[in-house]
């Protein structure tokens, strides 16, 4: 059996009792964010290269806004017997796509970067299409591919920032939710 000094070893430093084997010394702390103050919200410590995080991220605001477009086009052209409550849906899709959009601009911001919204390059960064359609049954199914797209990605993205970055893995698994909600009442409408 084990000695309490030695079981004490083996745990980590904040269950020992002793927080100081963790965290920075306050002097330390508060003299870093003077020099570093213009830095904003990307500190010494963040683990992740700031340009290429905002790169992923601006690919993703990009699929957002793509997205948000399309649904409002489907929104506005939906035709059909059953066509008024699917294109509600559609838009309630599309203002959640645009808050997810509005997200990710703010995190860019706060790593440093700008949000890229120039509309010529939205359609080369996102990873899903702007597709127009016909027929209602086209149109879900057409936003069905696009959230698989988005939620694939998103998983994706969500382990790139795990363990460096976890406000953007915090905000990346909340959007993840969203569109697995959409891709579920959108599969449900498919096949009703």
């Known amino acids: 059996m084990r000695s309490t000094a030695q079981s004490t070893l083996n745990k980590p430093a904040a269950e020992a009792g002793d927080p100081s084997a963790f965290l920075t010394d306050i002097k330390t702390l508060r003299a870093r964010a003077r020099q570093q103050i213009d830095e904003g919200a990307v500190t010494h410590d963040y683990g992740l290269n700031a340009e290429v995080a905002v790169s992923v991220l601006n690919a993703a605001l990009a699929t957002e806004l793509i997205c948000t477009l399309r649904y409002r086009q489907h ?5 059909g017997i059953n066509a008024e409550p699917i294109a509600q849906e559609f ?3 599309s203002n959640e796509e645009l808050a997810h959009a509005d997200l990710l601009a703010k995190r860019i911001v706060q790593l440093g970067g ?4 120039e509309p010529a390059k939205l359609g080369q960064r996102s990873h899903s299409e702007y597709t127009t359609c ?3 049954e086209d149109m879900i199914r057409e936003n069905l591919v696009a959230e698989r797209i988005a939620i694939e990605s998103y998983r994706e993205m969500i382990s790139y920032f795990a ?3 976890p406000t953007t893995r915090t905000m990346l698994e909340g959007i993840l939710a969203i569109e697995e909600d959409h891709a579920d009442e959108l599969a449900d409408l498919l096949h009703a």
Request: charged residues 30%.
């Open 91 to 93: 838009l309630v899709h």
């Open 134 to 136: 016909d027929t209602l």
């Open 163 to 165: 363990q460096y970055d």
């Open 75 to 79: 929104a506005f052209v939906a035709k």
């Open 114 to 117: 700008k949000p890229e919204m």
